[in-house]
């Protein structure tokens, strides 16, 4: 029978978790403003305000904790995600919820698309290292898959959808228009930042989305 722990070592454990989450909310903003390569650990313990030895005990190194940022980036939005209990609605109705969470998400948190930019940039290796951001991503496709094949049964849903493919194009609708959103506006001379551009590209992807699974 395991001795349970003392009120002091509850209160060490309550302190390093404290500690941890301030120096991954401090890495987010410090990597999300200058990347990987321009991201400076002095700034992170700065902003946590933390000595840096401590930063590198729980995290070792500036790529670790850039691994550790992206894991709780995922964590944070499927977490989200999930709140929406997409499994107790009506098929339809959770592909546009869905579409207008993704879009409501990547608006009200900027710093989620930077820090993918980021990842990108170096071809996401920190990802792939990561069993935890795999585990923590693949629920979302077996609900999705889950919501496909019962709009499917029903008659709503054509076959032949892929759940993967369909996150992807629903991703990347909101993703494309706010990451490009600055060269866009000045080649097309439209403000596509603004509360009506918002509004009808809202609609517009939920039209493409649901055009796309629903029976003609």
């Known amino acids: 029978m395991s001795t349970p722990p003392t009120p002091a070592a509850e209160e060490r454990l309550r302190d390093a978790d404290r500690s941890q989450n301030t120096i991954l909310i401090a890495a987010r ?8 390569g321009g991201a400076r650990m002095d700034r992170i313990a700065e ?12 995290f070792e190194d500036k790529e670790r904790l850039f691994q550790a940022v992206l894991e709780q980036a995922y964590r944070d939005i499927r977490a989200e995600e999930q709140q929406l209990n997409l499994l107790h609605l009506k098929p339809e ?47 979302l496709i077996a609900t999705l898959a889950e919501i496909i094949e ?15 493919q369909l996150y992807v194009s629903i991703a990347g609708l909101s993703y494309f228009y706010l990451s490009n959103n600055h060269t866009l506006s000045a080649i097309f001379e439209r403000d596509l930042m603004t509360p009506k551009a918002h509004n009808e590209r809202l609609s517009h992807m939920c039209d493409v989305i649901l055009g796309y699974v629903l029976m003609s």
């Not at 902003?47 to 729980?58: F, M, Q, S, T």
């Not at 948190?109 to 585990?135: D, G, I, M, Y």
């Open 29 to 36: 903003d410090e990597f999300s403003e200058h990347g990987l």
């Open 93 to 139: 109705t959770a592909l546009r919820r869905l579409v207008e969470f993704t879009w409501n998400y990547y608006l009200e948190h900027p710093e989620f698309l930077t820090l993918l930019n980021s990842a990108n940039l170096h071809r996401a290796r920190h990802l792939a290292q990561s069993e935890r951001a795999r585990q923590l991503n693949s629920p």
């Open 150 to 164: 019962r709009g499917r049964a029903e008659g709503t849903f054509r076959g032949g959808i892929d759940p993967l």
């Open 47 to 58: 902003r946590a305000g933390l000595n840096k030895r401590l930063i590198y005990y729980y």
